[in-house]
């Protein structure tokens, strides 16, 4: 069964930079294409940047796009999230998926209920 488990949240001032990462285990990670979300009180989770199972695509929400890096490293079976220029509207808990579709295909890796193991999240606050 996936395990996964994010680190690197927490405050941060706007402008500021942090960097997630998610630590996998339990699967064959390198098969799976992942993804970040984020949810924040009072809202829905929403999409946040995604990765295929080769590194090679990405994809992004609009509102972290040009801010936001993801990356993955299979041979540790770690994927990072590089979040620049933070605005306290990405105020939020961050949470990883994975997914088991290989090709980003724009309405199937931004819909939640396709992604099928996930992690408890980290808090991210940003500060004004």
């Known amino acids: 069964q996936a395990h996964l488990a994010e680190s690197g949240g927490g405050l941060v001032q706007a402008g500021g930079s942090l960097t997630l990462s998610c630590a996998a285990s339990g699967r064959r990670f390198s098969i799976y294409s992942v993804g970040w979300f984020r949810q924040s009180p009072g809202k829905e989770?929403?999409?946040?940047?995604?990765?295929?199972?080769?590194?090679?695509?990405?994809?992004?929400?609009?509102?972290?796009k040009g801010r936001f890096t993801i990356s993955r490293d299979n041979a540790e079976n770690t994927v990072?999230?590089?979040?620049?220029?933070?605005?306290?509207?990405?105020?939020?808990?961050?949470?990883?998926?994975?997914?088991?579709?290989?090709?980003?295909?724009?309405?199937?890796?931004r819909d939640r209920r396709t992604y099928d193991a996930w992690g408890q999240g980290t808090q991210v606050t940003v500060s004004s």
């Open 45 to 64: 989770r929403q999409f946040v940047a995604a990765i295929s199972p080769s590194g090679e695509s990405t994809a992004y929400a609009d509102s972290v």
């Open 80 to 109: 990072s999230l590089k979040m620049d220029s933070l605005k306290p509207e990405d105020t939020a808990v961050y949470s990883c998926a994975t997914n088991p579709t290989r090709i980003l295909h724009r309405v199937v890796i």
